[in-house]
């Protein structure tokens, strides 16, 4: 095969050319993927033994190379057959699913005959249903010459997109090539840190890097990958972030190359989530209620043309790009995620479950290199995708707008629940595992519901389509339950209701096939150490590099003092709020400018915020709220302009702890008044419990570690650039202890004051 070919899929080359129609997301009772692949086990293995299956296949059409693998073939009845899982009634499914699957078979068909020198060849399609377990099957006979005819015809709708796409790798990578950095010099450490990222895609692996905030760690990680990606034949960048900020510095950082270089063909695209993203939120995403979802792939050629003319296919772009071509932007967004080069979006997009970007990589053979941007987040986000929660209110809410034969079903679940509730009295209490009573009636429910649906295509009632999706959810992850989750219950305030949940505490399991599928995964940020801790965690291979990049800043610029006499503890907080207003009214009164003061919940601060402007009513003070709004954050944050004098306060953890960027006289100080340590609880002290029992450092793992690196991000807002100059306090005595002393960054000339 030449380097000029553009290889392409089976599936991938069937729907560019077959799809059309309406865009059609109604809920339908679609089997999950460990059901598909059963219901494919089930049909082949009822056929007879010279029965091939996976059959792989591969033909030319001037530049393409298409590939595939063919569900089942038949050498007696000479028979290929494209095998296709569904629930409910096979009438109900829509016209162009069908019209996409005739394509895919078809194709198949003349890459066997072409293959194997047939004539002829029988052509199926075998509609499977999951729950009857009954089989149609759909025949017709084809010729060689017919099948080539329909082969070539496909291939000649798809092959000027793939010269256009030959003609663009071959000019990006030429691009890229000639990419010089975008700015005269690498500021101190931004080198060191674009070396390894380098080094890491030149040798196909991964790699933690700490890095200082302020030194540019987005271009700093996105510049060496580019510059990989023409020999390591790098198909696709994935840049991912926790939060928008940073999604926000991956466009900015990708404007300023393109800027620098204006003739590299260069495709960058934001991936953003569907509420944010939908038009219509009232509508539902189908034809016959969304005008963006009717008629969306007959349009979808055009706006998908238009769209490659838009270099940087941001959240606006992307809605101007589908309002003009009558699409819906979400989902044109979802397609474009095939032709970019570079994808921006939220960790979910590869590390979930049911991850797109994931999912095409997968299907499509790309070398993709990942760029995880505040990776100190991944584990908690991890565990997050990987966990499920079942609430007893909620099947109570589900049964009442259920009909008949589903709130059967669900009243079974709800006796199971009861029987689970009376062996376990405790407010908290960790269960076995999911027993075999609880899933069977999920199961059963989630059929029946499934069932149901099928019969009347049309709304769930919300409260029942949301219990639906939990109870999927809760018996996927119950199929891999093992010893990095823990199941457990926990009652609610009136006693009457409880939470079952499968909570994951160590991902590494899940995330070990991203990893491996990615030709490299960069995991970077300011606290990634101790790199053990990520590495467990996480489950990154074992030859992961590591790097911590020295800091371009020194002890001159920040002064760091630990309040060493104050306790945050939480029954001695009453006795620190008199200490820590004082604490911060002389600081400003030093030095007054913008400051930003921490504390560990929103009741810590507004009693602190509340006691500063009492005994301080001349100092400006702004508070962070519960649950604000982006305008709200905005807000918030343009407080803290040069010429601004005040102080800040906030929550550690939260919107204003990581990933906003104050450089200069915006703020000169921030006031740390927690060690950051998770709550004490009965779900953390099982956690503590788990990582004590699987890596012997129970408490560092569940408490010390997550905790420093909230109070070590908080901290490093202070500091951006070289100029800058500011001051720290850690207020509890314990950061004086050396275990903590030790987690602080190198850099830091910390001195303890006795007050």
Known sequence: MSEAQYVVAVRALCEFTAK????????????????????????????GAGYQTE??????????????????????????????????????????????????????????????????VELALVYYEIGSGLE???????????????????????VAWAEQELRHREARDEGLLALRFPHADFRPGQR????????????????????????????GSLFPVL??????????????????????????????????????????????ARDKACEHPDKAC???????????????????????????????????????????????????ARWTDIAVGDYNYYFDGSAMLYALAQANGWRASVLVDEAHNMVARARSMYSGELDRAALRAARAGAPPLVKKALTRIGRVWAEIDGSAPLPYQVLDTPGDKLLDALTGATSAINDFVAENPGALDPDLQRFHFDALQFTRLAE????????????????????????????????????????????FSATLSPWHYFADLLGLPEDSGWVDVESPFHAGQLKVHIAARISTRYQHRAASLAPIARL?????????????AFFSSFDYLEQAANLFAELHPDVPIWRQERRMSEPERAAFLARFHPEGRGIGFAVLGGSFGEGIDLPGARLIGAFVATLGLPQLNPVNEQLRARMQAMFGAGYDYTYLYPGLQKVVQAAGRVIRTEQDQGVVYLIDDRFDQPAVRALLPRWWQVDRIAD
């Open 20 to 47: 059309r129609g309406d865009l059609d997301l109604r809920f339908t009772p679609s089997p999950t993927a460990q059901e598909g692949m059963a219901g494919h086990a089930v049909v082949t293995a009822r056929r």
């Open 55 to 120: 059959v792989s296949l591969s033909g030319d059409y001037g530049p393409l190379h298409v590939r595939g693998r063919a569900d089942g073939y038949d050498p007696e009845q000479n028979l290929i057959e494209e095998i296709k899982t569904y629930r409910g009634q096979l009438s109900s499914m829509p016209d162009n699913h069908r019209h996409l699957h005739w394509a895919q078979v078809r194709v198949y068909g003349h890459l066997l005959c072409a293959a194997r020198g047939l004539d002829q």
């Open 136 to 158: 149609t099957s759909l025949r017709e006979t084809r010729s060689a010459a017919e099948l080539k005819a329909l082969f070539e015809e496909a291939c000649s709708r798809f």
């Open 192 to 219: 060191q840190l674009a070396e390894a990222v380098f080094k890491a895609n030149a040798s196909k692996r991964c790699l933690l890097a700490q890095a200082p905030t302020g030194i540019g760690k987005t271009i």
């Open 227 to 272: 510059k990989a990606a023409p020999s390591q034949r790098i198909d696709k960048i994935f840049f991912l972030a926790a939060k928008t900020p940073g999604r926000q510095l991956a466009l900015d950082a990708t404007r300023t190359l393109c800027a620098h270089a204006p003739e590299l063909p260069l495709r960058v695209l934001e991936l953003t």
């Open 286 to 336: 189908h034809g016959d209620a969304c005008p963006l979802a009717q008629g969306f792939y007959d349009r979808l050629p055009a706006a998908r043309q238009a769209a490659l003319e838009v270099p940087m296919l941001d959240r606006a772009a992307l809605r101007e790009v589908g309002l003009a071509h009558d699409v819906c932007p979400y989902y044109l967004g979802s397609e474009m």
């Open 480 to 523: 891999s339950f093992g010893e990095h989750s823990v199941y457990d219950l926990t009652r609610q305030r009136n006693e009457k209701d409880s939470l079952l949940c499968i909570r994951n505490v160590v991902p590494a399991s899940f995330l070990k096939p991203r990893f491996e599928q990615a030709h490299s995964v960069t995991l």
């Open 584 to 596: 911060m009214a002389d600081q400003y009164a030093q030095a007054p400018g913008n400051y930003l």
